[in-house]
């Protein structure tokens, strides 16, 4: 029983089209993030989420629209694509508070062509 | 401000020797730590944290790591590696409403 689950796991399209990214945890965790881990393996934070409640939009263009439409789901809608958002995402939940640790999903590895 | 740094890109060890992966913070206050690991293809699993008391923490899959709060360090230790220990490590700590991670360090294991 997968604790973060994404869909989809890889994902392949062409630039200016729009594609979303679905997380469900069910961990009864407040608090859900997405991160973008570059080519180097570098993690970003992108947006993280409390309660449903936008908390962190870490200067990620407009083209990225979280959407968090109950506590264990948090959607990542990306429009007009573009090269450099290949990448690959991942969700991650938590509870609320600094003493606790992130559990992260499988990623999504999103190629634009 | 706030930040983790690794400072080894790279790492190659033989199998069965012992292993030792820096990892130094940059925060205003004690901060909560955490190692983990990223096996190729795979999302990142949790190998160890501290969140207080003793400075030597236990892991999974064997792995310690010792909070030093005078060199602001949270160095990651292993004995004896296994082939299957190769993977991409990373350091964290948890900010408000977000998990700082440094930049990561590969391990490659020789037979």
């Known amino acids: 029983d997968t604790a973060v689950s994404q869909t989809p796991k890889y994902l392949v399209t062409q630039m200016g089209n729009d594609k979303s990214i679905k997380c469900e945890q069910n961990?009864?965790?407040?608090?859900m993030y997405w991160y973008k881990q570059d080519s180097k393996k570098f993690l970003k934070i992108m947006f993280s989420y409390n309660n449903k409640e936008l908390i962190i939009n870490e200067t990620v263009p407009n083209r990225f629209s979280p959407k968090s439409p109950d506590k264990a789901h948090l959607n990542l809608h990306i429009n007009s694509l573009e090269l450099g958002d290949s990448a690959v995402y991942f969700c991650?939940?938590?509870?609320?508070?600094?003493?606790?640790?992130?559990?992260f999903g499988q990623g999504t590895r999103l190629t634009v062509v | 401000a706030q930040s983790v740094t690794q400072p080894d890109i790279h790492i190659t060890v033989s199998e069965g020797a012992s292993l030792e992966l820096r990892c130094n913070y940059s925060?205003?206050?004690?901060?909560?730590l955490f190692w983990y690991v990223q096996s190729p293809g795979q999302g990142l699993q949790l190998l160890l944290k501290?969140?207080?008391?003793?400075?030597l923490v236990q892991g999974i899959k064997g792995f310690e790591a010792e909070f030093k709060r005078s060199q602001s360090s949270f160095n990651l230790r292993k004995p004896s590696v296994h082939w299957s220990d190769a993977a991409e490590y990373f350091c964290?700590?948890?900010?408000?409403?977000?998990?700082?991670f440094g930049t990561g360090t590969r391990l490659k294991v020789l037979a």
């Open positions: 961990l009864g965790h407040d608090t």
């Open positions: 964290a700590f948890s900010g408000t409403y977000k998990y700082i």
């Open positions: 991650a939940s938590s509870r609320e508070g600094l003493n606790t640790e992130a559990f």
């Open positions: 925060y205003g206050a004690t901060p909560y």
């Open positions: 501290y969140f207080s008391g003793d400075t």
